[in-house]
């Protein structure tokens, strides 16, 4: 148990006695009650899909800023200036450009951005913690597959919104003001090669409580099957989507900020005179993870020795946990305050 009162612990030390190996059982965020995984399974972490940017540069063994295939619906476009891993954070900054740039017959003004995962993954649970950003652009979280990659009908497109949003109503339509505060998840099916393939969208939605760039929240959904989706905020469940067509194909994670036709740049009302913090969507963290075998025994066997923990960095509201036998520890995780951490103890057979 981590209690509110931590402020600052220093000087690291993991001493372990008669154990061969600790891993940590990284779980994902889910309220009391509400983690729907199955008996005798247990979440798995997909590292190469996960990552709590606390270093200085994006890795790029996980990631990509950008991708050949779409530089950004006009006026938007990706630029890689406009991504930063800084304080803990994944940021996207979106900003004016000094000049028009034309790029393919299109006009761009304004600068976005992506981030990509170089690995795909099927079913599982994706998450992010996530703040918006106080601008007409958005701040987003979702999966699309790659359509070169399939074959015979499987050669088409399915995207999964677990939320989009923007930051404000330049002055368009008036439900662009619920959309603002609210979690908005979408299934899509387009762009198909047989004609009996089903296409369309289906989505549902969600109250934050408040605008979506007033504070963190986090975005989750598990990827139960080929026919449903069930999506949660802040740990709980909220609803469940049955996609348009089968999400069964693999799919690449995505973190956007761009623009959309129905919420267009307007001078004095778009944000983009706001404070740089302001044009900033921010991700904490995101992590996915699949459902594997849970072979963990039911009894707890006494193990005859010690275990020291010291150095406890904090990071937005939560304890970093390393393991440094000597120096260059390996990073263990995360806790949050109230909540409890895991670990797997391999024992060496005596004799």
């Not at 001493?15 to 940590?24: A, E, K």
């Not at 009391?32 to 995984?37: A, E, I, M, V």
């Not at 989507?241 to 995505?254: G, V």
């Not at 923990?309 to 995780?333: C, D």
Request: proline letters at 4%; one cysteine or more; glycine letters at 10%.
């Amino acid at each position: 148990m981590i209690l509110n009162t931590i402020q600052r612990l220093s000087g690291l030390l993991i001493f372990i006695l008669l154990v061969s190996d600790v891993i940590f059982a990284q779980q994902p965020y889910f309220q009391s009650g509400n983690d729907p995984k199955p008996a005798n399974k247990k979440w798995e972490i997909i590292d190469k899909m996960s990552d709590d940017f606390d270093g200085t540069t994006l890795d790029n063994s996980k990631w990509a800023i950008n991708t050949p295939t779409w530089i950004g619906r006009p006026p938007g476009i990706f630029k890689t200036n406009a991504v930063k891993v800084e304080d803990g954070n994944l940021k996207f900054t979106a900003y004016k450009l000094q000049a028009v740039e034309n790029v393919g017959g299109n006009r761009y003004t304004h600068a976005g951005a992506l981030v990509r995962s170089l690995q795909s993954q099927k079913f599982g649970y994706y998450e992010c913690k996530m703040k918006g950003n106080k601008t007409f652009m958005s701040s987003t979280f979702w999966l699309i597959n790659t359509r070169n990659e399939g074959t015979g009908c499987d050669v088409r497109v399915t995207e999964l919104d677990i939320t989009e949003t923007v930051g404000v109503n330049s002055g368009g339509a008036s439900w662009i003001n619920t959309t603002i505060s609210n979690m908005n998840s979408n299934t899509h099916s387009r762009n198909t090669a047989c004609n009996n393939t089903p296409v369309g969208s289906k989505g549902d939605k969600v109250g934050l409580g408040g605008k979506s760039w007033e504070d963190y929240h986090v975005y989750g959904a598990w990827w139960k099957s080929k026919e449903e989706i069930l999506f949660y905020l802040d740990g709980k469940f909220v609803y469940k989507i049955k996609p348009p067509a089968d999400f069964d194909l693999p799919m690449y994670l995505r973190m956007v900020t761009e623009t959309y036709d129905w919420n267009p740049p307007k001078a004095g009302k778009d944000g983009m005179n706001d404070t740089q913090e302001n044009r900033t969507t921010y991700y904490d963290w995101v992590r996915t993870y699949k459902l594997v075998d849970d072979t963990t025994p039911d009894t707890v066997a006494a193990i005859p020795g010690t275990f020291q923990a010291e150095q406890f960095n904090l990071k937005s509201g939560s304890v970093k946990i390393e393991n440094t036998p000597g120096s260059g520890g390996k990073n263990l995780g995360f806790i949050r305050n109230n909540d409890f951490t895991e670990y797997k103890v391999n024992v060496a057979s005596a004799g």
